[in-house]
């Protein structure tokens, strides 16, 4: 019996690379390979890779660089290096690497099987990292093999962005914002929610630009995404709805109805802040401003009592004073976010603020961010407190990781809750639990 071919993946950076691995794998798997979880027994080794930061970047090498050595115990081996390291490199990364077989960019992932057969007949190094305005995303279905359906699922919407914020690799990695046709987006949600998944996230770089990256207006007959999302959350079956992640700038009042209006829209919003002073936030050509940021919080507050706003924040960003510091620790009081993911500021390639000369020395970008996470994760607490005695609604994960013997489940606003559940509950399943205690990263609750 001929031995199937074996391709391992490990995939690095967001949602959008997760969904990029998913759907090179099905393709492999369409094209006679079999996916393996060891990538010792892999004759295929795929590393899909983010560059947001230098510490993504070095991740990837780290481990494109101990492939080296297998490569010469086993020469037959195939090395591809996909994601947004690979767009950014290019050919030039088979000088620092040459045993790596193939260089994959975002665009040209559906190329995948077609490349990989021709690198068997012709061991050639090969680089597919075309970026065409006129690329279109595939109309794609995921195949979901019946025993093993999960309870929800990315969803892409759109790719790539138009935005240029001065720190980040994203528009160069990722090429210019398409968005995804909507009879397209809505055979997937369709097809999803058909099989039985119950949660459905919608993706994109900056999803409130969806439809409107012609002309920076929606054409004629056009959907906008406040639209789109109506259209997904009326799908039968579509029991919670989320998207992420979108540039303030961009947030519409049209959007924060839709979070009064549809009842499977989960009452969770990520809106990347970056910084709370509006130098900064002119120096990454942010294009909005703290003033109009605190506004629309207010009002998507109107709109959506008890909605968990979460962020994102780079701390140390070329020029950022101690005064700049001090506005963002003084938003993080304004608001009072239920969650944060904040950074050092990083130099990347191609980017403008690369080239800003004012930049941050190390440990005090490692001061601030210490105390910006201290002071945040009181916060947390204290929002997380908020529930306790509350009933809410939780959908079922699975096995708690943090307790034995205890399930877990996630709340619309994202908090994840764990409970002593019966052992017949599935993932999935949507159940009501009352808060009994608040931890630091999670909560805990009583199934009713
Ligand atoms: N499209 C999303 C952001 C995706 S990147 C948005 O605009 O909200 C995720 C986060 O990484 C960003 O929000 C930012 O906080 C952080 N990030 C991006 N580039 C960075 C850099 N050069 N250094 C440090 N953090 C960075
Ligand atoms: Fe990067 Fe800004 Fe685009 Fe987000 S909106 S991906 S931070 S350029
Ligand atoms: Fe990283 Fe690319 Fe996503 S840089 S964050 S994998 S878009």
Redesign the pocket.
Known sequence: MIRQKQAYIETFG?QMNDRDSEIMGQLLTESSYLLTSKMSEADVVIINTCS??GKAEEKAFSLLGRLKKKKQKKPSLIVAIAGCVAQQEGNKIFERMPHIDLVLGPQSIYRLPELLKDLEKNKHNKTATEQSTSFSIPAFLPSLKDNLIPHKKFVTIMQG?N?F?T????PYTRGREVSRKLEDILAEVSHLAAKGIKEITLLG??VNSYGLEKTGELPPGGTSFPDLLRAVAGIEGVARLRFT?S?PKDLSEDLMCCFTELDNLCPHFHL?V?SGSNDVLKKMNRKYTIESYLEKVAKLRGYSPGIAITT???VGFPGETENDFEATMDLLEKIRFHGL?S??????PH?RSNEFSDKVPEEIKSKRLARLQSRQEEINMERNLEYVGQTLKIMVEGASKSAEGQWSGRTGSNHIVNFNGHSNLRPGQILEVTIDEACLHSLRGTLI
């Open positions: 967001c947001i930061r962005c935005n914020c720190y980040c690799v994203v770089q900056n992640t540039n990347p970056q994102d924040i780079i993911f950074f050092k500021y990083s130099d990347r980017t």
